[in-house]
């Protein structure tokens, strides 16, 4: 998928639960922040274009472990412990 389509999808999910939040906007920013951060991997991406994200290309594929259930558990788990809303945000899309 593209970057708007990750982006309208996110959006989408942070609409439908943004009123049941104590933090919406940090729900949301860390929403947003894992819809880029999976793509990283992909020369191709938005992010993942950028010159310092080569190094970490060259270790991953594409579709690799930053799309995998546990990259995405683990990371969530260590955000939880820093704030709820931003591991929740972050659990959501991965």
Do not use: C, E
């Amino acid at each position: 998928m593209l970057l708007r389509t990750h982006l309208v999808f996110s959006i989408l999910i942070g609409v439908l639960i943004f009123d049941y939040l104590d933090s919406p906007f940090l729900f949301l920013a860390f929403l947003l922040f894992a819809t880029i951060i999976i793509d990283i991997d992909s020369r191709k991406s938005f992010i993942g274009k950028r010159w310092y994200f080569r190094p970490l290309q060259w270790f991953f594929n594409h579709r690799g472990i930053f799309h995998t259930f546990i990259f995405g558990f683990v990371l969530s788990a260590i955000l939880f412990f820093i704030s709820a809303n931003a591991g929740f945000g972050f659990f959501i899309l991965s």
